[in-house]
């Protein structure tokens, strides 16, 4: 007996930690080469305390071994292949702010090609050995010397004080320093650059960085741009055209919402883009629109279709076109012909990262899921077969033995059903009794999809030895417009009651222990960690991420105004404060009686530190078991791979302390 128990613990999967997760390879942005025979991607890679560095690698398309392009110790990242693809354009910090560097495929040193006072941060190859380049300037500051001009204002300016006239003052994790990103024309071999959008405007805008495109000729770039006086109240964007001669925009999209995503069609006919019809509301389901560049007419490809379009690609013959869209927990690879017609699904799976090949076979997409991270696939257009390309973890994820999660089905608010995820940990045994955690999304127009997260990873809850249950309640996106839009005005209602339902589903199911029921979430999963704490006791335990205590204080404080005004119908000193009272947390504190752990990081500028400290200061003023967690580097995520080992070891030592 005693040699069967040694066997048994010999076999026994090690527990998946946060270190075991951050010493995993990051694989992103597969590119397909002209000649569809290479793949080339960008893999980041964490030695913990010590460094973080991304690299760019090329794979051939059939599959095979992967080969290091680069192995700078600063990162390289966004490669692309020159039209031609005897060349690999990327981006670099290794001589301070990320410039474009050009390496010759035959061989050689990579060569700097611009040299911006401030960087690039995206660019696109164009024509005739030309670049389209995205990167801040000074809105005083234009004709040849606009470059000059800018790093002058910036030298300038100095750090003792900031004044603003408008908003925004601040976005996600920065002060505004008033540039703006412009779309620059670069000649590759000069270095020589032209601001195509002079202006007191972002281009791209804050919504949308890959917002712009070059046509085929090199002749037109398109972009996306928001003219609205207040721009922290607008979710607008409109769509532009400029020569790259230089020139006045011309507007061709004007929807209410965002109008994004220009792709144009390898014949230069057409400009495929995504838009949104509502105003004020970024969860609006995106349609996919077809710009006519002859006639100017536009076709709304896909209004039947009950899902929101993401990343758009053309097929070879400008016949077809290719896009992403959240189905569910899925992100699956649709096909739509650009005549008109119904949309057809591709391929199945978290799909993300689209790029066509140049002989219309297939298509190159990151596929990643709950039990791995993102890998390079290839998806045969013809057949949807999915292949992979890499297999990058493979062999450090097999000894932990991860179980796939379960995905249930369940009824919620007005019988509506409701979908959510069970994950358990990798040595279950169906005869014991595992503590249940509720993870609750943020958004609260999000999902947990079947996807791998660097930041929330339900298999590192699971390997602390917690049966997680993830649902997704009302407001989630992939199940229909209707149900994303159904926690608008409503953030404690329905969504909670799916939430509830949920937990009593899960926490009925055989082995999980119903008395030991705790709960995490961040955002409005944060929010919804408050409200919970004041309306239920059946939490042994909460944690709060970054999460939204006082709507008032928060509404008067976020940077992004829309948001605010869209979900509770004006701002708090409107006429209209129904739903600021009714909802928030503050107004009931003293109901809130279950032991709380706090996290808010000094740099969320999306829900200000002072929504965590107010919370923080009600627990402890009566009396409630609390702890409070900050990051000062951090910003609404924690995104340091040290940091969140520490936010993991703070987490669990929470959930494990009440749980027990």
């Not at 965002?258 to 509301?281: E, K, L």
């Not at 690879?333 to 391929?347: C, N, S, T």
């Not at 932990?400 to 608010?413: D, M, R």
């Not at 003023?621 to 340091?640: A, C, D, I, T, Y």
Request: charged letters at 20%; aromatic letters at 10%; a negative charge.
């Amino acid at each position: 007996m005693m040699l069967i128990a040694s066997v048994a613990l010999t076999l026994a999967a090690p527990a998946f930690t946060a270190k075991d997760m951050h010493s995993l390879k990051r694989l992103a942005d597969p590119q397909i080469s002209p000649d569809s025979k290479w793949v080339l991607y960008q893999q980041t890679t964490i030695d913990l305390g010590k460094s973080r560095n991304t690299d760019l690698f090329i794979v051939p398309a059939a599959g095979g071994a992967p080969r290091a392009l680069t192995s700078h110790p600063k990162s390289d990242s966004q490669g692309r292949f020159s039209k031609d693809g005897s060349q690999i354009a990327f981006l670099s910090s290794r001589d301070g702010a990320p410039q474009i560097y050009v390496l010759d495929l035959a061989g050689g040193e990579a060569r700097r090609v611009t040299n911006l006072s401030q960087g690039v941060s995206n660019f696109r190859w164009a024509a005739g050995g030309k670049f389209v380049v995205i990167s801040d300037v000074h809105p005083a500051c234009a004709g040849a010397d606009f470059d000059a001009c800018t790093k002058k204002k910036v030298e300038e300016k100095g750090e003792n004080v900031r004044v603003y006239d408008k908003l925004f003052i601040r976005h996600w994790d920065t002060w505004e320093d008033g540039l703006r990103s412009h779309v620059l024309w670069v000649d590759a071999k000069t270095g020589q650059a032209t601001d195509l959008t002079p202006g007191d405007a972002d281009v791209p805008p804050y919504a949308g960085p890959n917002d712009f495109d070059v046509s085929p000729d090199g002749s037109e770039v398109a972009f996306g741009r928001n003219d609205d006086k207040d721009e922290s109240a607008s979710t607008n964007a409109d769509l532009f055209v400029v020569p790259t001669a230089g020139g006045t925009p011309k507007k061709i999209a004007a929807t209410p919402g965002f109008d994004g995503s220009p792709v144009y069609s390898p014949d230069g006919s057409m400009i495929a883009y995504h838009a949104q019809f509502r105003a004020g509301f970024e969860a609006d389901r995106f349609r996919l629109i077809v710009y006519d560049r002859k006639t100017g007419a536009t076709r709304n490809l896909s209004e039947p279709f009950d899902r929101s379009v993401d990343e758009i690609a053309w097929s070879p013959d400008s016949k077809t076109i290719y896009f992403t869209a959240g189905d569910g927990t899925a992100n699956p690879l649709f096909a739509i012909p650009a005549a008109g017609g119904a949309p057809r699904k591709v391929a199945d799976g978290h799909l993300t990262q689209l790029s066509i090949a140049s002989d219309g076979s297939k298509a190159i997409m990151a596929l990643d899921s709950l039990v791995k991270p993102a890998d390079v696939v290839s998806v045969d257009l013809a057949s949807g077969k999915v292949t992979r390309i890499t297999q990058a973890n493979d062999a450090a994820l097999a000894a932990f033995a991860l179980l796939p999660p379960e995905s249930i089905t369940y009824p919620g608010a007005l019988g509506k059903p409701v979908q959510g995820w069970i994950t358990k940990p990798a040595n279950f045994d169906a005869t014991k009794r595992y503590p249940l955690l509720v993870l609750a999304h943020g958004g609260p127009q999000g999902v947990w999809g079947d996807s791998w997260s660097f930041r929330w990873n339900p298999q590192v809850f699971a390997g602390a030895g917690f049966v997680v249950f993830s649902p997704n309640p009302r407001g989630s996106t992939g199940f229909g417009q209707a149900f994303t839009d159904d926690v608008t005005k409503d953030w404690g209602g329905k969504a909670y009651e799916d939430i509830m339902k949920g937990t009593d589903v899960a926490a009925a199911l055989p082995y999980v222990d119903k008395d030991r029921v705790l709960a995490a979430g961040a955002s409005y999963g944060g929010y919804m960690m408050n409200w919970m704490c004041t309306q239920t006791k059946r939490f042994k335990a909460l944690v709060s991420h970054d999460g939204v205590y006082d709507l008032p204080s928060m509404a008067a404080s976020t940077e992004e105004q829309w948001f605010s005004d869209w979900e509770f119908g004006g701002p708090p000193w409107g006429k209209d404060k129904t739903q600021y009272q009714k909802f928030s947390p503050s107004n009931f504190i003293t109901q809130c009686t279950t032991p709380m752990l706090v996290i808010h990081n000094d740099r969320d500028y999306r829900l200000p530190i002072e929504q965590g400290i107010q919370l923080f200061t009600a627990l402890q003023r009566q009396g409630v078991p609390s702890r409070l967690v900050m990051f000062p580097e951090e910003n609404h995520w924690v995104l340091k791979a040290e940091n969140s080992v520490r936010w993991y070891d703070e987490v669990l030592g929470w959930l494990k302390k009440w749980a027990n």
